[in-house]
């Protein structure tokens, strides 16, 4: 398993970007799929986007077009670009890592979008 850190979170107009940071405690090459998932007030955890060890990509509906992940192995860290933001991209935001059946989570990092 590797332990995750997210930072990057914080209070943005609508419109606006952030950039979420996941740090890993290892090093990420191997690691099969790295992502982000989000869990708004009252929802259910949901996923935002994934990213393989080739680099292959997927995204929520939602977000397609606006949020781009990137992972860089040199830095152990998987990064989460999010631009035009909406109100409804209020959540929590968890770092995800999973190897060989083994998940694991960050603790989150708040993003609150203001309208």
């Known amino acids: 398993q590797v332990s995750l850190v997210e930072s990057g979170g914080g209070l943005v107009q609508a419109g606006g970007s952030l950039r979420l940071s996941c740090a890993a405690s290892?090093?990420?090459?191997?690691?099969?799929?790295m992502g982000w998932y989000r869990q708004a007030p009252g929802k259910q955890r949901e996923l935002v986007a994934t990213?393989?060890?080739?680099?292959?990509?997927n995204y929520a509906d939602s977000v397609k077009g606006r949020f781009t992940i990137y992972r860089d192995n040199a830095k152990n860290t998987v990064n989460l670009q999010m631009d035009s933001l909406k109100s409804e991209d209020t959540a929590v935001y968890y770092c995800?890592?999973?190897?060989?059946?083994?998940?694991?989570w960050g603790k989150g990092t708040l993003v609150t979008v203001s309208s």
């Open positions: 990213i393989t060890s080739g680099y292959r990509t």
């Open positions: 995800n890592a999973e190897s060989r059946g083994l998940e694991s």
């Open positions: 290892r090093n990420i090459f191997s690691i099969n799929v």
